[in-house]
């Protein structure tokens, strides 16, 4: 029947693809309810609440930041980077998506910078999707090294087992990550035709289908509550950190924390939204009207069903799966990250693909150094054009030069994501051994 219940995962996995958006969770749990019918036994465990749990508060508190102007200030802040260096875009272009997505937990704040980055290549004659390629690559990648996201929580849960705590996982993945990603920037440079030589630009241009760029106002204020904001929020990020550090089982200071790192981050994240809110002086209730918050929520769900599906089917066969892969990932650990790099974009979250796999991995007998180096592969999510970060840069670019070409795989952000992918786990398998 493993064969049989394979299929079935696989199927509501395609399902939810061409669904789309909220879809992919939806199908999801469909497919759960197929699995349950045809033998294979679900129980809540199944669904990863924690991680929810981080996705939903740090999602609110990143939506309090929209309320209060942070995000609009952030943005113009990249604005003026980009354009006082725009012969630099490719390369600072995905250092703001990668410190944004470190920063917020996600990879949905990308968005707002897509538009700003588009304009600034189209102004100098530079190839849009060369930046964008690498930036929005970056914004995923981020997602795997921020301290707040739940794909970190999740490999800090899977590896405690191993005596690998929260600092050790930052200490790896974030230097390791930001080198991989300015190497495939150096890639992405080197995509692709001069925009001038594009026959697709050059036939959109002559049908007037390229808009201007827009020139940055001049009268631009920050919100009154834009900058304290942001400074709340940096704080708090400063606080899940230090209470992360002292609580961990690598310095000890505190041996019995009254809670966990997972719930001291939920906490203090939904308390620094109302504590935006109140210094913005506008009504938390905004917070469910803006688009960070709107994006989280379908991410929840997409998380919740996809992990509940997954979990159902790998908890049930365990054994199986194990005998089949223990052999060749005892022999090959590198091999982990392969496994990574392909479920992820099944997958659709950098959380469910870690929570679901990862301590399935432990469970196979993997060494800690592996599987630490091996996570940033979850960051997959550009294998595929369907990603809404990646079909977002693709819709925005007027130009035409970041496009999907004869076959599904033939799009500008499979080469300098590999690339980076690659660099962050052979890094990774060189730092790893000096931490854990």
């Not at 102004?123 to 981020?142: D, F, K, T």
């Amino acid at each position: 029947m493993i064969w049989f219940h394979l299929l079935v995962v696989l199927l509501f996995i395609i399902v939810g693809a061409r669904l789309g958006g909220i879809g992919i969770g939806l199908a999801g749990a469909a497919g759960v309810i197929v699995l349950a019918a045809t033998g294979v036994p679900t129980s809540s465990e199944h669904v990863p609440w924690d991680v929810i749990g981080i996705i939903m508060s740090v999602i609110c508190t990143v939506a309090a930041l929209q309320v209060a102007g942070s995000m609009d200030h952030l943005v113009h802040l990249t604005e003026l980077l980009l354009r006082k260096h725009p012969r630099q875009i490719v390369f600072l272009a995905p250092f703001v998506t990668f410190l944004m997505s470190v920063m917020c937990g996600t990879g949905h704040t990308a968005y707002s910078v897509i538009p700003v980055i588009v304009d600034v290549s189209k102004e100098h004659g530079i190839r849009p999707s060369r930046p964008l390629s690498i930036a929005v690559v970056a914004s995923q990648v981020g997602v795997a090294a921020s301290p707040i996201s739940a794909a970190m929580v999740a490999l800090v849960i899977a590896l405690e087992p191993l005596g690998v705590g929260y600092l050790a996982c930052l200490a790896v993945v974030i230097p390791t990550t930001f080198i991989g990603l300015a190497v495939g920037a150096v890639v992405a440079a080197r995509q692709g035709s001069d925009l001038k030589d594009d026959p697709v630009y050059r036939e959109r241009l002559d049908k007037g289908l390229v808009r201007p760029s827009a020139a940055i106002a001049d009268d631009y204020r920050p919100a009154r509550s834009a900058v304290p904001s942001l400074l709340i929020f940096l704080a708090a990020l400063v606080l899940v950190v230090a209470y992360a550090t002292v609580t961990s089982q690598e310095v000890g200071i505190i041996s019995n924390p009254p809670m966990s790192s997972t719930l001291a981050i939920m906490t203090i994240m939904l308390t620094t939204a109302a504590v935006i809110c109140l210094m913005a002086r506008r009504p938390t209730a905004s917070i469910a009207s803006q688009d960070t918050f709107r994006a989280g929520m379908t991410a929840t769900i997409c998380v919740m069903g996809l992990a509940w599906l997954g979990n159902a089917f790998v908890e049930h066969y365990e054994e199986t799966i194990s005998a089949a892969l223990s052999g060749p990932l005892q022999a090959l650990p590198w091999l982990a990250a392969v496994f990574f790099y392909f479920a992820a974009p099944l997958m659709f979250s950098h959380a469910a693909t870690t929570k679901a796999f990862m301590p399935l991995m432990v469970s196979l007998g993997l060494p800690a150094v592996a599987l630490l180096a091996s996570y940033p592969a979850v960051a997959n999510y550009y294998l595929l054009p369907n990603y809404p970060t990646t079909v977002a840069a693709m819709e925005m670019d007027d130009t035409g030069s970041t496009r999907v070409g004869g076959n599904v795989f033939a799009h500008p952000f499979v080469l300098p994501g590999t690339v980076s992918i690659v660099i962050c786990v052979i890094l990774g398998f060189l730092l790893a051994p000096l931490v854990v």
